[in-house]
Each structure stands twice: as structure tokens, then as C-alpha cells.
């Protein structure tokens, strides 16, 4: 078949924080993507300020560089499991493979994800040990767990006969010789354009070009990005597009884009193998083809995994709503839902009971959690439910998600963490002891299990341990696993917090409110240390009597409130909680605000 050998597309692959956005960066500098004059960033593929805040890579984004006549496409795909979606679409752009791993950390399970999507598509790879100037990096070690990796996810002998470069990125070069310090970026550029396979073509074929990414522009509206598999493409040109439902429509390319660097220039016509933008059809969506008029013939749709975790999202219905937020009706909410789905294939949204409520699916409670943060911050009021696995029936049986969960800790907190652990009905797989004081443990659990884990690990072990976690499979439901072991402190009534309250309440565990801030009834003030709700007054004041006045208050020493950032609310709530989410605020709430309905609901369900 022929090949496009001027043209090379690539992903980078690589676990959260391992470096891949670093090494984009000395990559496009080296290549002379950038003008002398060009003000340059850290991290510029970090578009989102999301990614910037959080430090990974939530969305799958595209850049060209220029090696000796050889133009190379780099795709930076998401590290993290939760963002599959954007893998799969990344993964259908490319021709190989760049695996960039921490030498000090090594292969962890988001790089796992990532690799066992790459070599099902038996895509070549190269492997990048990131990082080696490191003064704990393991480079011997990290290389033989990488080829244990290979192994375990079945990798062709093919496959597991990579090239090996030792890098660092932050310093701008990588190196096939283990044991010297690099100059430059040179060696990569030559083994990607040596080590992975032109685009090939069928040249009897017409145009096909499968959308893998959807953009917007403030001028021209959605931009569909497609990868051209066979034909060329024309700014102009009457093509066919094939929809997702079977149908073919007539429509017309009136804009064609291709990358360069971080820009994208207009192009006249495109080939084969190329990564273009095209504009003009505005409903188009991610997995549909473009295809010939007179010889239209559809690609296979792209297709993704389920998603294995929900949440309900909703109107803020609490007594404070509509005070920081421009946003806060139902169909403001469901628009900005649907338009949500149009990017991101790996979401579900789904009608419930109530009309202004909807089950939002995902592939896991970082994605979701970014969806809601992205919401909280263009505007928008809401009231979010506690996380719950999506199940199956297999064989009359009910299945839950399984996730294979690895931590790193020092060896002094092995039995808090172990006891944790069990009481989640997780099951180790394999514990490894580096001889350093650390250790690795690799735990099989439930997805039910992991919600609010984080929290209660970092605070068992000093905030030292690391935690990492990808989709694994389904097996039969586990029973009932209990994530919280201590109850919540409810205001019983409407008002402000004041000093003289919040110091009684501190004694009986730890707050979420501060002094002079807004309650209301069912709001969640702070955590009991016992296991049973309390409802609590946190708006009492000092009353005057014959020998001070009520505000002559005596030095209040209260402890500082723990905030409420959005991930560990999440993690905190249980089924009868949830949160409300405004632009400035997170608060904890019951779901039912009266005490009477909360006693309600409580006989029924201990009569059923």
C-alpha cells in the first residue's frame, strides 16, 4: 500500500504526573515551533486552567512539529483512567506510540490503562524512562517492570522488541545510553521517525475521514477534527456525511484547518494520514465519517468504555440558592448537559423521577467531579448526589465494577492501612518491598470501595501515601461495604454561626462552618466523631445576664474549619446526603432539610 512518509502521528502515554506535558513543551521548543520573539509558558498544552490548577491532562489535544522534512504529529493524551473517552479518540488518531515512564516511580495503573488500549490497537511503541536525573530513580528496576507489564497485558513478541531512550524532560534531552547525560532532543525525533509506520493508504479509495474530536470557534461555530484515512479533502468540497444513525446527509467543507505547532493555518487540500479541522456541519459528533459523494462508505463508529460510576445532578434546592450563582434553572442545567455530551463520549446523561434532576454516567468520579467544577464555574447553582456504581446482571447475578488500586506508603502504616482495606472488601494481589522504607501494595476492590478512601489513607499515614486506581473488570456484588464510620452534625434551624455555638459544637468533632457564615435546617455543619447524627444549634448566642452583656464575649479559641473542597465533600456524603455547589461555595446537606421528614424516612426504613 502506499505510505505517507513525510508524516509521522504519535501519542504520548504516560501516568499523572510522569512528565508527558513537560517533555511537549522542550519538544516543540527544540523544533523551532516557536519564533524567537514567541512568549513562551510552561506546560502550554494545558489549555484548561483546570489543568494547569490539578496538573494533569483532562483533555486530548493535538500539536505538529517539523524534523527534517518529516512533519510529526503529537497527540498528549489523558493519564487518567476516569478520561477514557479522550483515550480512545487520541488512540484512533495515531500510528504508534511514545510510553513515558517516572524512573523513580515506575509504571503505575494509569499507565496500565492507557497501554492495554495502545496495544489492542497494535500500535508500535517507544519507550521513554522519564525523569533519570533523578537522584532516586531506579532505571534497572523500572525497566523490568515495564517489561513485566508488556507481558502481563499480553503484549506480541513484536511489541515487547521496543526502542529505549533515557530522558529528561524538564531539561530538554533523552539518549539511548543509560548511563550519560543528553544534549538535546535529537535521538527521539530520529527514533519516532525511524521507529513508527508512516500513514498508509489505499490509493483506489475515495474520501474517508473519521471524526475523533469536536472544537468550537467564536467565528465558525463546531469544528469537527477528523483524521483522513483514505483520499484527500478540499476546502469547498460537497462530501457525504455519515451519521451515527445510519442516515447520509449532503453538507459542505467550508473551512479546512491544519496544525502547525500550537496554531492552526488554513489549508486549501489535505491527504491522507493528516489531522485536520474542518467546519460547516454543525451537529456533526465524535465516531461519525466523512465520505465521497458519488461513493459513500462509513467507518467504523468509535466506540468507548461504559461508564462505571454515576452521580445525580440537579436544581439547587436549598434554602441559600440563586445567591451566588447566574445560572440556577432546570433548563439551563440540562443544556449545558447536552451540550456536554457532544464532546465527551464517554458521558450518559439520563432523565430520573423528578424534572429537574438528571443521572449523570461516567467513567469515574474525577471526571465527574471535573464536569461539576467546570460547571461551578461558568455559573452555575447545583445540587449534586452521593456516587454510586453503575451494575450489571450477568447470569441472573448482580456485578459491580472492580478497580485495582495500588499504593505507595511508608512500611510504618502497613496495618492502619491493611485494616482499612479489609473493612472495604479489598483483596491484595501483591505487596512489594523496595528495601527503601517504602512499599507497594496492589489491592483488587470494589469501586464502592474507593469512594472516600483517598481522604482516610492520606489521614491515616501523614498525608505521605500515594494513591493510584483504574478500572479493572466486574465480579459479583461484594455485600455491603460501610465508607463511613462517623455521622454529621445538622443545624437545626435557619441563621448565622457564632462563636459562642461553634465552641460547644468543637468538642464533639470537627466543623465545616465558621464564625459569621450562613446556615440553614439540614444543613451539614461539621462530623460527628460518633457514628450517629446530631442535630445541633450552631446560630446560639450568649445571652444577657446581670453581670456582662451578651456581647462582652470572653477569648474564643475555636480550631479553624476544615474546608470543603468539592472532591472531599464527595468523598464525604453518604446515600441521605448531598452537596450544594455554587460559583463560591460548597456546602454539605441532607437530602430531606426537615428534621421531622429525616425522622419520617428513618422509621420507614427500619420497618422495611
Same mark, same amino acid.
Given at each position: ?29 527544540q523544533s523551532g515551533a516557536f519564533s524567537e520573539r514567541a512568549e513562551l509558558t510552561d506546560r502550554v498544552m494545558d489549555s484548561m486552567d483546570l489543568e494547569r490548577e490539578k496538573g494533569i491532562t483532562i483533555l486530548a489535544k493535538q500539536t505538529a512539529i517539523t524534523f527534517r522534512e518529516t512533519k510529526i504529529n503529537i497527540v498528549d493524551t489523558p493519564g487518567h483512567a476516569d478520561f477514557g473517552g ?38 508500535p511503541m517507544i519507550l521513554v524512562l522519564n525523569k533519570v536525573d533523578r537522584p532516586d530513580a531506579r532505571v534497572k528496576e523500572v525497566l523490568d517492570e515495564v517489561y513485566e507489564l508488556f507481558l502481563d497485558l499480553d503484549a506480541t513478541e513484536e511489541q515487547i522488541d521496543f526502542p529505549i531512550l533515557y530522558a529528561s524532560g524538564k531539561n530538554g534531552w533523552a539518549t539511548p545510553e543509560p548511563d /550519560?547525560? +543528553?544534549? =538535546?532532543?535529537? $535521538? &527521539? ?6 521507529? @513508527? ?114 452521580? /445525580?445532578? +440537579?436544581? =439547587?434546592?436549598? $434554602? &441559600? ?6 445560572? @440556577? ?49 461558568e455559573g452555575f447553582e447545583l445540587t449534586v448526589g452521593k456516587p454510586q456504581v453503575i451494575t450489571k446482571i450477568v447470569d441472573g447475578k448482580v456485578h459491580e465494577p472492580v478497580e485495582q488500586l495500588e499504593i505507595d506508603s511508608p512500611e510504618d502504616f502497613l496495618g492502619p492501612l491493611t485494616q482499612i482495606l479489609a473493612t472495604r472488601k479489598a483483596t491484595l494481589a501483591e505487596m512489594i518491598n ?175
Amino acid at each position: 500500500m502506499p505510505i505517507r512518509n513525510d508524516l509521522r502521528n504519535i501519542a504520548i502515554i504516560a501516568h499523572v504526573d510522569h512528565g508527558k506535558t513537560t517533555l511537549v513543551d522542550a519538544m516543540l521548543r527544540q523544533s523551532g515551533a516557536f519564533s524567537e520573539r514567541a512568549e513562551l509558558t510552561d506546560r502550554v498544552m494545558d489549555s484548561m486552567d483546570l489543568e494547569r490548577e490539578k496538573g494533569i491532562t483532562i483533555l486530548a489535544k493535538q500539536t505538529a512539529i517539523t524534523f527534517r522534512e518529516t512533519k510529526i504529529n503529537i497527540v498528549d493524551t489523558p493519564g487518567h483512567a476516569d478520561f477514557g473517552g479522550e483515550v480512545e479518540r487520541a488512540l484512533a488518531m495515531v500510528d504508534g506510540a511514545l510510553l513515558l515512564v517516572d524512573a523513580a516511580e515506575g509504571p503505575l495503573p494509569q499507565t496500565r490503562f492507557v497501554l492495554r488500549k495502545a496495544l489492542a490497537k497494535h500500535l508500535p511503541m517507544i519507550l521513554v524512562l522519564n525523569k533519570v536525573d533523578r537522584p532516586d530513580a531506579r532505571v534497572k528496576e523500572v525497566l523490568d517492570e515495564v517489561y513485566e507489564l508488556f507481558l502481563d497485558l499480553d503484549a506480541t513478541e513484536e511489541q515487547i522488541d521496543f526502542p529505549i531512550l533515557y530522558a529528561s524532560g524538564k531539561n530538554g534531552w533523552a539518549t539511548p545510553e543509560p548511563d /550519560t547525560l +543528553g544534549e =538535546n532532543l535529537i $535521538p &527521539l525525533f530520529e527514533t519516532i521517525v525511524a521507529r @513508527v509506520a508512516p500513514p498508509t493508504y489505499d490509493s483506489d479509495e475515495v474520501l474517508q475521514a473519521l471524526v475523533t474530536n469536536i472544537d468550537a470557534s467564536p467565528y465558525l461555530g463546531r469544528l469537527a477534527i477528523c483524521r483522513i484515512i483514505n483520499g484527500r479533502m478540499s476546502r469547498g468540497e460537497n462530501v457525504i456525511w455519515c451519521r451515527r444513525d445510519g442516515t447520509n446527509q449532503r453538507v459542505k467543507i467550508s473551512e479546512l484547518f491544519i496544525t502547525n505547532a500550537l496554531e492552526r493555518s488554513s489549508a486549501e487540500t489535505a491527504g491522507p494520514g493528516e489531522i485536520v479541522a474542518i467546519a460547516g456541519i454543525p451537529d456533526i459528533t465524535i465516531g461519525e465519517t466523512l465520505a465521497n459523494l458519488e461513493n459513500p462508505v462509513a467507518l467504523p463508529l468509535l466506540l468507548v468504555d461504559e461508564p462505571s460510576i454515576s452521580m /445525580t445532578i +440537579g436544581v =439547587n434546592t436549598a $434554602p &441559600l440558592a440563586g445567591r451566588e450563582g447566574t445560572k @440556577v434553572t432546570a433548563r439551563l442545567i440540562k443544556n449545558r448537559l447536552d451540550q456536554e455530551l457532544i464532546g465527551n463520549v464517554s458521558l450518559r446523561v439520563l432523565n430520573t423521577e423528578r424534572p429537574d434532576t438528571w443521572e449523570v454516567q461516567g467513567r469515574g468520579e474525577l471526571a465527574l467531579a471535573i464536569l461539576i467544577e467546570i460547571m461551578r464555574r461558568e455559573g452555575f447553582e447545583l445540587t449534586v448526589g452521593k456516587p454510586q456504581v453503575i451494575t450489571k446482571i450477568v447470569d441472573g447475578k448482580v456485578h459491580e465494577p472492580v478497580e485495582q488500586l495500588e499504593i505507595d506508603s511508608p512500611e510504618d502504616f502497613l496495618g492502619p492501612l491493611t485494616q482499612i482495606l479489609a473493612t472495604r472488601k479489598a483483596t491484595l494481589a501483591e505487596m512489594i518491598n523496595h528495601g527503601t522504607g517504602w512499599i507497594r501494595m496492589i489491592y483488587s476492590v470494589p469501586s464502592r470501595g474507593l469512594i472516600g478512601i483517598r481522604t482516610e489513607i492520606l489521614t491515616q499515614t501523614k498525608g505521605t501515601a500515594q494513591i493510584h486506581h483504574a478500572f479493572d473488570r466486574y465480579e459479583p456484588w461484594f455485600g455491603e461495604i460501610r465508607s463511613r464510620l462517623s455521622g454529621s452534625m445538622i443545624a437545626d434551624r435557619t441563621g448565622v454561626a457564632t462563636s459562642y455555638a461553634l465552641l460547644n459544637l468543637q468538642e464533639r468533632g470537627s466543623l465545616f462552618v465558621s464564625p459569621t457564615e450562613d446556615v440553614y435546617e439540614g444543613m451539614i455543619v461539621g462530623e460527628n466523631s460518633r457514628q450517629d447524627d446530631m442535630d445541633v444549634n450552631p446560630t446560639k448566642e450568649k445571652k444577657l445576664t446581670n453581670v456582662r452583656s451578651s456581647t462582652a464575649e470572653e477569648l474564643v479559641r475555636l480550631t479553624p474549619a476544615r474546608p470543603v473542597t468539592l472532591e472531599a465533600a464527595l468523598e464525604f456524603i453518604i446515600e441521605d446526603e448531598c452537596i450544594e455547589v455554587t460559583p463560591k461555595s460548597v456546602r454539605l446537606r441532607k437530602v430531606a432539610l426537615s428534621m421531622q421528614e429525616r425522622s419520617r424516612l428513618r422509621s420507614n426504613k427500619s420497618r422495611n
